[in-house]
């Protein structure tokens, strides 16, 4: 197992190699190298906090499945990888992969460690994982503009496209079954309070019991309060 210190100095070398400004124009649509840079500290703090709360609950052999991974994840990331779990990071953009993965390389990240840019329904279905990380992916404006709206009320009810709506909702459930059933029972999930219910929905279905902690942690980017439940 890594020494923590080693781990903290291989993460700030990590930040150190990021390319912050292309970086920053994913991630922000204004200041964005100047808005992603003031996040750094608490990156580095809330982080580490979601990875002591998280492996606290993990095994220490298994694997996770991280979907919509990104910069806010890195922490948790080296922490698993450090501590012997197998971890598979997935993110649609294949521009902010390219930039993550590149810092990895220049700071000495160990190989392996990388964030694919695939579909993370072809990953689910080709291994079984103890925990699957998902946090602000339902709410993402980009990939689900009605469901974001609804969620944080951003869009009146006389507004809202129901059709589009109903579209979004059904593959965000389906992507959701998908990743539940790829979990090995008992088994984890971490995800932010407002995404809770797509992995409620299957369990239910399933009547697998599951159990929320109370305890919620902060992320530095995005702000959710994410929290961890438990099924099986």
Excluded: K
């Amino acid at each position: 197992m890594t020494d923590p210190n080693d781990q903290s100095r291989l993460l700030a070398r990590v930040l150190d190699a990021l390319d912050w400004r292309a970086l920053g124009d994913i991630y922000f649509h204004e200041a964005g190298e100047s808005e992603l840079r003031s996040r750094r500290d608490a990156l580095v703090e809330l982080g580490d906090q979601l990875a002591h709360h998280l492996l606290r609950r993990l095994p220490r052999a298994g694997r996770s499945l991280w979907v919509g991974a990104g910069l806010g994840e890195l922490p948790v990331l080296l922490a698993e990888q450090a501590r012997g779990r197998g971890v598979v990071a997935t993110n649609l953009r294949q521009a902010e992969c390219d930039l993550i993965n590149a810092a990895l390389r220049r700071a000495g990240a160990p190989a392996g460690l990388e964030l694919l840019a695939a579909d993370a329904r072809s990953m689910a279905t080709a291994a079984a994982f103890d925990h699957v990380g998902c946090i602000s992916l339902f709410t993402d404006p980009e990939t689900w503009p009605l469901l974001s709206d609804v969620t944080y009320g951003r869009i009146a009810p006389v507004q809202l496209d129901v059709e589009r709506f109903a579209a979004e909702r059904e593959n965000a459930r389906e992507l959701a079954r998908q990743l539940f059933e790829a979990i090995t029972l008992p088994g984890w999930v971490t995800t932010s309070a407002e995404e809770a219910a797509w992995f409620l929905e299957p369990a239910l279905a399933l009547g697998v019991a599951y159990d929320a902690d109370d305890e919620l942690v902060e992320t530095a980017v995005v702000g959710d309060p994410v929290g961890f439940l438990r099924f099986g």
